[in-house]
């Protein structure tokens, strides 16, 4: 039994910190306005308190029964009146256009995150963690159903091949109402980030990937205090994950809104400034939640899992035009020697064909082609290289020989992969990467997040440029952290400087340039490893899962006592270094890949994912038919 006390050290900075929030938003009007602006301003930072404490209520407390068997209305009278609170706060911003970014955001989204967080440091139940005090919302929380019993393969994969078609529709839906000059933040991780700059889709799966960040790195960290053996904690572990996604779509969406997906003239004139930016978030929003539903219907009636599919869609998208693309690199323009076509083979035909030996000479037609293009010789070679050495890593492994107890000759392995965390650790270091280009840049030129001291350029005791710095225009880090800890895209940014003996295009030293090299390596290396033990804790394919799963087929390891325990001793010879050494290997091998570059800017980590997410995709396809032919083995593999 766990004696819990309401943790006061952690309401105390909570509370502090949300309405400190609110009130540094609002400090200028509170402080130095008019007296009308001072009363606006000050109903507007009081309504706050209702709706958290309503949100605290519905959060911690259950409805009468006789309420809750009220028809159509009971079960969801909560989620009704929370949302005639926001569509109050919504009209509020309607007639005052100019209190709309506040109300939504900071009253309505951040209040809700407060909300939750105070509920769980106000949590005194006997459970293991805080975390079940949002059990009420979890219960509540719309998924998608999961199938009561065996799903055909034929089923899968229509569904598969469905949501894959629905994914490619989604990357076309342009967001309405945007302007042409945008940014894109996700630049530099397009390709990971599984997404399409200026659509619906912008961004992607960062939200998804970022919650599973959050909750692993707690999970390992021991601060949130789950049991993930327990089917209850574990049950509550994922959905309070769905519940981080939800919150984490807008928390990415608000920022690049304000500053870098700036609405049309045409959309401002006619809602406002305020709503411009909420329309535009909007659709970011149902986007991303599509997004959200399409990976967990995958996970439950598809094959394999939403996110991989998705990763693998756009790169292989990304390789395609980037090797066969007959069309000129600069759009727009004709034709010729200066404007080859942009992909690789139609470029070096084209080249070779139309140029004479003395303009390949003089203008340095060898040098656009193997390394100048927009898709080189060599970019196409390290591609090839990358899905070579991926094909291999894949098929190596380790297998356990298995028999029977009860069935005399009845052989069989458990194969222990060299790359057993699968590619997952590297899309969580990836997006982890993306997400720190993205503060970093948000601190530098967002016009309010750039005020705030010490991490915003223009606040008190700025440090910003320490943290990351950007030319004018660009979403690339040219100097701090987030420069020597970003993407090392292709030989230009670190051989061609280093064999020509002079700086990048931001000025760098040969010196810097190599540091830059070796902390992204390191990084990708260590960060992998890290996930990779979170991943394989959160995912049962631990010793103990998989020993659980060995005895529970009647199996057993020649030679051995038929027990649990033991198989869970020999297991753990295996699995801890083999999962800490497949999580640096891939690491490794990501940014091996991003050194070398590869055709269609799809980085060498998202052609990694994209060869290694196919390659285990076949093997879920056979599995899939193996099962289907042998229910048998369905027990095995844990299936239903």
Known sequence: MVERRPSGLGLAIMVTVYWGALFYWLRDDLLDGAADEQTRALKMFLVSFPYVGYVLWATMTDLPENIKEIPYLGKSLKGTVWLVFVLSLAYWGWVDKAAIGFLLVGVALLGLGASMAIACLLYSGSESSRLYALSRLVDVYPSITKPEGHVRFNQKLWTTTLVLIIYFMMTNVMIWGLSDDTLDIFSSFRAIMAGASGSIMHLGIGPIVTGSIIMQLFAGAKIIQLDLQDSSDKQLYQGVQKLLVLFMIPVESIPQVYGFLDPSVVIIDRFGIGWANAIIVSQL?????????????????????????????????????????????????????????????????????????????????????????????????????????????????????????????????????????????????????????????????????????????????????????????????????????????????????????????????????????????????????????????????????????????????????????????????????????????????????????????????????????????????????????????RDFFGAD
């Open 285 to 633: 929003f149902i986007g991303s939640y599509l997004v959200f539903l399409l990976d967990e219907l995958v996970s439950k009636w598809g094959i394999g899992s939403g996110i991989s599919l998705f990763i693998a869609a756009g790169v292989a998208q990304s390789t395609f035009v980037g090797t066969l693309s007959p069309l000129p690199t600069v759009q727009g323009s004709p034709m010729s020697f200066e404007n080859p076509p942009s992909g690789t083979l139609p470029m070096i035909f084209y080249t070779l064909r139309t140029a004479t030996n003395s303009e390949l000479v003089s203008q340095n037609g060898f040098e656009l082609i193997l390394l100048n293009h927009a898709n080189p010789v060599a970019a196409l070679v390290s591609s090839i290289i990358v899905f070579l050495v991926v094909a291999y890593a894949e098929s190596s492994k380790l297998e356990l020989p298995l028999t029977h107890g009860k069935v005399r000759g009845h052989r069989g392995q458990y194969p222990i992969r060299l790359v057993y965390a699968s590619n997952i650790p590297v899309i969580l270091m990836a997006a982890l990467l993306a997400n720190v280009n993205m503060f970093t840049l948000l601190f530098w030129s967002h016009p309010v997040l750039s005020t705030v001291p010490i991490l915003g350029r223009n606040g008190a005791w700025s440090k910003a440029h320490w943290f990351g710095s950007y030319e004018v225009g660009a979403t690339t880090p040219s100097d701090g952290f987030a420069w020597y800890s970003s993407m090392v895209n292709g030989v230009g940014d670190w051989l061609i400087p280093l064999l020509n003996q002079t700086g990048d295009a931001y000025g760098h030293s040969l010196g810097q340039i190599m540091t830059h090299v070796f902390v992204y390596v390191f990084f990708m290396t260590a960060g992998s490893t890290v996930f990779a033990k979170f991943w394989i804790e959160t995912t049962n394919m631990g010793a103990k899962d998989v020993a659980k799963q060995i005895e529970r087929t009647g199996m057993q390891i020649p030679g051995f006592r038929k027990n649990p325990v033991v198989l869970e001793r020999i297991l753990e010879r295996y699995i801890p270094p083999v999962t800490l050494f497949s999580g640096a290997f891939v690491g490794l091998l990501a940014a091996g890949a991003d050194l070398l570059g590869t055709v269609g800017n799809a980085t060498g980590t998202g052609l990694l994912l994209a060869v290694g997410i196919i390659l285990r995709t076949y093997e879920q396809i056979q599995k899939e038919q193996a099962m289907e032919m042998h229910p048998v083995l």
